[in-house]
């Protein structure tokens, strides 16, 4: 069975702190795709990143930034001198290559940034 | 270009009741999938609509049904309500299952008294 583990409930930082938001997989299969999706106040889940299993290649989009590491099972995302803005909750998700659009999430990291 | 757009936003039911959600899709996206998010068990898979063809099923009772449109918009409808069905109903549209990404509208709060 495939599962996500987003071990960090909740972080708190002051603004212009660097985050780590942590998530954990386990699948059994080679082919996978993984996301991050951050859900702010209004329910809206917005698409951060995909990224296949055959990429490994680290990716950085301004202040974010995500290491994925098939090693470890990781696929973790940094967010580089936060800002109040970034507060919402943050889920990660793994789909397998042929179960099309079932994502799987994880239980959601709450990240608070404050002034 | 518009994104996915749910309706209603909020709902009120009572227990025993019936409920039809709706999701329009972005436009081309012919992929849609449901969720259930609650506090105590997070985002939950419901089910999936490719081309009018439900491929992918969650685990959730029969009295969760759904169905999708040949102009790719999707109803999900559920029988009998129970206190528990309340939660925050999220739909996702792609332009083909799981290999492309997902786009999610606000969602559709239900709460069942």
């Known amino acids: 069975a495939q599962k996500v583990t987003q071990a960090q409930t909740e972080i708190s930082v002051v603004e212009k702190e660097d985050v780590t938001l942590d998530c954990v997989y386990e699948t059994r299969d080679t082919t996978y795709y993984l996301f991050w999706y951050k859900q702010p106040p209004s329910g809206e889940l917005v698409f951060l990143i995909r990224?296949?299993?055959?990429?490994?290649q680290n990716e950085i989009s301004g202040r974010y930034s995500w290491n994925f590491q098939k090693s470890t099972s990781s696929f973790n995302f940094t967010i580089t001198a936060s800002q109040v803005v970034d507060s919402a909750v943050y889920f990660c998700a793994l789909t397998l290559y042929n179960q099309g659009g079932k994502l799987i999430f994880g239980q959601g990291t709450e990240l608070s940034v404050k002034p | 270009k518009a994104g996915v757009t749910q309706t209603p936003r909020y709902l009120i039911k009572t227990r025993g009741q019936q409920v039809t959600l709706s999701c329009s899709p972005i436009s081309g996206h012919r992929s849609v999938s449901w969720y259930q998010q609650t506090p105590g068990q997070g985002l939950q898979f419901l089910f999936e609509y490719f081309s009018e063809t439900q491929r992918n099923k969650g685990n959730f009772p029969g009295r969760f049904s759904g169905r999708q449109f040949s102009n790719s918009r999707s109803e999900m409808n559920v029988s009998t309500l129970e206190l528990g069905d309340s939660a925050l109903y999220l739909c996702a549209s792609s332009l083909a299952p799981g290999r492309s990404e997902a786009f999610f509208g606000q969602g559709t709060r239900l709460t069942v008294v």
């Open positions: 990224r296949n299993s055959f990429d490994e």
